[in-house]
């Protein structure tokens, strides 16, 4: 037996980040393949290491349709009979054609016979191969019994169909059993279409434990399917995956048959296997080709090749003024023509409007939410800024509160000042020493809406509104908060913001904890009899009256039958996916979406600019269509990127003697870490923990979110990142005090991180010969900027409370505040005061009163997050850390003024309420 799961893992490759990210571990094998069979070629002793690379890397190979089993077999051969130039010849050609993806369009790199891969390309050869015409290439799985026969007959068969006018080709990958087809689906980010055929055994001949063990986690064992529909456990196994790709049965039953089991919809059609190939084989195409419409942008492309003469008020339309210019043609000639083609008012032309969307932004909008697990999409145009406004607007009244993380985006804060609604602050937990803060731990929300239950107040709470994954990448077991608050409220409505993780859809790693994977599951939790079961046995367990403290501790259950589900998520596609500046998604699934509609389109009338860019609006239809054609790729991509640089800048002797990246024990307490994982390169960190730290745990880290601490060679964060930018030309995202945060994307590459990390050594190198340049005296001053770096940092201040004058409920002491009465009262100038940070009078104030109120937000940056916000009583700990604080740029403060407060006197006034 080939044992698959460790079998090409180079010695020195953490298991963890093994298997789900072979797709980019793949290109390597095959140019370690090709170096060691030159070098046998040349002469050297390489004969026993190149059959055995070959054999480490032949057993995945079965599960992507290139190069094949034919020029695998042929390569085989030539290993085996000691043939050392035409293996050397062929592991070039296919190593070549892997890295370059050249394959994809060039019909000699499918030779088996040097001659004629030598030979020059057939212009006419579409029809049969991958051929030179650029048309879209992708690749579909054939689980079918016995591969070598049926399937390949299959594909032999679609292969005979294609025909020159085709928009797209494919080529099959045969696969005999149920794990094989999760290996596959798992390994090769071709794949856009499956068809299974009825007949498949559940259990593939490899060895393959990683995998067992992720199909017992997720209940797809062969314990677990023995007896069910084998094609439709395999379908749902293949949806959980990647929901994106296409399903089609083959089936002798009756179609009534399996349309009667809930798990049918998985599929995108059944066919009977008698039928003609041609039937499947159209359903692929259009299947694929329904993914690839744009229905903006290709509408916007008609649109721009209109002859149009325009006497609207758009006068970079069409471009002539630019083109005609002496004095700015060279913007023409720097964006294109096009761009000002495209350019055009919603109001003229035809192209949909996207305050009032019902044709091609509508459709477009539509696709969005069946690719991101949505009921409904609104594209936005001005950021994810103006999505969380408009959900707050648009769900909140004034007097509603809603559960706050402090350290939120600013657009949350200034969406409740607009809306009214009442901000009741919950604190993450503190990560001092990088002078940042965690996420929101679950106890705390739930102490909170206890809090308001026990005060009679509950019925004021409207919304929990958090940050999916932080700025640093915590990452909430979202399906466990929601469900836990709505065991205590069935109502709450939940705003995820996932500015940063729009991408994490398309990772089967982190789909479960998005906004829309967690809305999923729970859905699919309702719906199952043993909930309700699971529910009562709950509270019988908890008896009538728990205690708080009882309610706490528990995992907390709701009811099934009361619940709803009422889950918003708002995503700067711009920052994950291939979207222009600005664009933003804003996904609803909301069960009673229909009772909020209008006003949801209030909201928008709000915010949305009457001129939105239609080029904004194009970008976020063609993220949508990259991503449910290769997001999965390009995510595994990232992800591989990021361990990558985990592992290099943590192991490398130089480079970690000064730099070091932050593990997921480092940013996760290890209280929230219940599966008891540490971090992704920890030796001995199975694939199976971090699945389970995935499921489980409250927080986990996000990958690609790489926290590099810079402190320690002698750098603040803003310095370390200005030096990269300046010097290097290496943008990271942002910084704290002795640290910077990178991210990888999908638009990286692995050069990209051989530039970082060479870049990295330059400065270590430069580091050292400093300190051994500069003597004991350099050494010294070296020691005393890390420990003030590193050591001397300001403790984080907490939110203290709102002004008794602008708290509600009858003089209650309440948590939440009337932060809009305070934020107005402000426009008042006569009932405003400036204290400079250093006066006598700020400490007598904070030792014998009168409170200071804070009159506006003060944000500084870095961390970013409002250390004041309007009606806020400002506190020592605050004084303090605006005292320690380095950095240049303070949102709502003037030095020169000092702190603008509202006078107690006047706070009184001007509170309506
Ligand atoms: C958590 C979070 N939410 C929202 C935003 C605003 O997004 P946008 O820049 O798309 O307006 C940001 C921006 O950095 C953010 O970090």
């Given at each position: 037996m080939t044992k698959i799961a460790t079998a090409s893992r180079p010695a020195t490759a953490p298991s963890a980040d093994h298997f789900f990210t072979l797709p980019g571990e793949r290109a390597d094998n095959w140019r370690r393949l090709h170096a060691l069979t030159r070098n046998w070629a040349r002469g050297a002793d390489r004969h026993k290491e190149a059959a055995a690379a070959f054999a480490a890397l032949e057993p995945y190979e079965d599960y992507f349709a290139y190069p094949g089993r034919a020029l695998m077999g042929a390569l085989r051969a030539r290993i085996g009979a000691g043939e050392a130039a035409g293996a050397a010849a062929l592991a070039q050609r296919i190593s070549e054609a892997i890295l370059t993806r050249s394959y994809k369009e060039e019909a000699n790199d499918w030779e088996t016979d040097e001659a004629a891969a030598d030979a020059p390309p057939d212009l006419n050869s579409t029809t049969m191969t991958p051929g030179r015409a650029r048309r879209p290439y992708f690749e579909m799985l054939v689980v079918a019994p016995g591969v070598a026969t049926r399937a390949d007959h299959m594909i032999a068969g679609l292969r005979a169909l294609r025909r020159p006018e085709d928009a797209m080709i494919y080529e099959g990958v045969p696969v005999p059993s149920f794990e094989d087809a999760i290996i596959a689906v798992i390994l090769n980010p071709a794949l856009a279409a499956v068809t299974l055929y009825e007949g498949f055994d559940h259990g593939t001949a490899k060895d393959v434990p990683i995998l067992r063990s992720f199909l017992a986690s997720a209940g797809l064992d062969a314990a677990h399917t023995a007896g069910e529909d084998l094609p439709l456990s395999l379908a749902d196994a293949i949806k959980r995956i990647r929901p994106e790709l296409d399903i089609y049965l083959l089936s002798d039953r009756r179609v009534e048959q399996v349309a009667g089991?809930?798990?049918?919809?998985?599929?995108?059609r059944v066919l009977y296997?008698?039928?003609?190939?041609l039937e499947l084989h159209l359903c692929v195409l259009e299947g694929v080709a329904d993914r690839f419409r744009t229905p903006f942008f290709d509408n916007l492309k008609k649109y721009a090749m209109r002859p149009i003469s325009t006497f609207h008020a758009l006068p970079i339309a069409r471009g002539k003024s630019v083109f005609k210019s002496d004095w700015i043609r060279d913007m023409g000639e720097f964006y294109g023509l096009n761009i000002f083609l495209a350019e055009s008012s919603a109001t003229t032309g035809g192209l949909d409007s996207l305050l009032e969307p019902t044709g091609n932004i509508k459709e477009s909008q539509d696709m969005a939410a069946r690719a991101f697990g949505a009921d409904h999409v609104f594209f936005v145009t001005n950021g994810t800024s103006t999505s969380n406004k408009m959900v707050h607007q648009a769900l909140i009244a004034p007097g509603d509160i809603v559960l706050l993380d402090r350290n939120c985006h600013k657009s949350h804060h200034y969406g409740l000042v607009l809306a009214g609604g009442q901000p009741l602050y919950i604190e993450a937990f503190p990560m001092t020493e990088y002078s940042m803060y965690g996420a929101v731990p679950l106890a705390s929300i739930k102490k909170a809406l206890l809090d308001l239950k026990a005060e009679g107040r509950l019925d004021r709470a409207k919304m929990v509104d958090l940050t999916n994954c932080t700025f640093d990448g915590h990452i909430y077991n979202t399906r466990r908060v929601m469900e836990e608050c709505l065991a205590i409220k069935p109502d709450l409505i939940f705003l995820w913001d996932e500015a940063w993780f729009g991408f994490a859809r398309w990772s089967p790693f982190l789909r479960p904890r998005t906004a829309m994977g967690a809305a999923a599951a729970i859905e699919a939790w309702m719906n199952d009899p043993a909930s309700v079961e699971a529910y009562e046995r709950q509270q019988k367990e908890l008896g009538a009256n728990p205690s708080a403290e009882k309610l706490l501790k528990t995992r907390l259950i709701p009811d099934p039958r009361k619940i709803r589900i009422r889950v918003y998520q708002t995503n700067s596609t711009h920052k994950s996916m291939s979207a222009l500046r600005q664009g933003s998604m804003l996904l609803v699934k909301d069960i009673d979406f229909a009772s909020v509609e209008a006003q949801f389109h209030e909201a928008v009338f709000t915010h949305a600019s009457t001129s939105p860019n239609q080029q904004l609006i194009a970008s976020l239809d063609v993220a949508r269509r990259q991503m449910e054609l290769e997001g999965y790729g390009l995510v595994a991509n990232a992800i591989q990127i990021a361990l990558d640089i985990r592992r290099e800048v943590n192991s490398h002797p130089v480079i970690s003697k000064y730099f070091r990246i932050l593990g997921a024990d480092d940013m996760v307490p290890a209280e929230y870490r219940e599966s008891g994982f540490t971090d992704f390169l920890t030796p001995g960190t199975t694939w199976e923990t971090q699945v389970r730290s995935m499921h489980e745990d409250e927080f986990c880290l996000d990958p690609t979110r790489i926290t590099l601490v810079c402190g320690t060679a002698g750098f603040d964060g803003t310095q370390f990142k200005k030096l990269m930018a300046d010097d290097y030309d290496i943008q990271f995202n942002k910084t704290s005090r002795n640290s910077v945060l990178l991210q990888s994307n999908i638009n990286n590459t692995r050069s990209d991180v051989a530039h970082l990390i060479r870049v990295l050594l330059e400065i270590c190198a430069k580091i050292d010969r400093d300190l051994s340049s500069g003597g004991e005296n350099a050494r010294a001053a070296f020691a005393r900027r890390v420990k003030a770096l590193m050591e001397d940092v300001p403790d984080l201040p907490n939110f203290s409370h709102f002004h008794d004058a602008f708290?509600?409920?009858?003089?209650?002491?309440?948590?939440?505040?009337d932060m809009r009465s305070a934020f107005y009262s402000a426009y008042y100038p006569e009932g405003c005061e400036y204290l400079p940070l250093d006066s006598p009078e700020v400490e007598k104030r904070l030792k014998s009163g009168p409170e200071m109120i804070s009159a506006n937000f003060v944000i500084p940056y870095p961390p970013g997050f409002p250390i004041m916000v309007p009606g806020q009583v400002i506190t020592k700990e605050t004084i303090d850390f605006m005292r320690k604080l380095d950095v240049k740029e303070i949102h709502g403060f003037e030095r020169a003024k000092g702190l603008k407060l509202i006078r107690p006197d006047h706070a009184k006034d001007h509170v309506r309420k």
């Open positions: 089991d809930p798990r049918a919809s998985n599929v995108r296997s008698v039928e003609e190939l708290r509600w409920d009858a003089g209650k002491k309440t948590w939440e505040g």
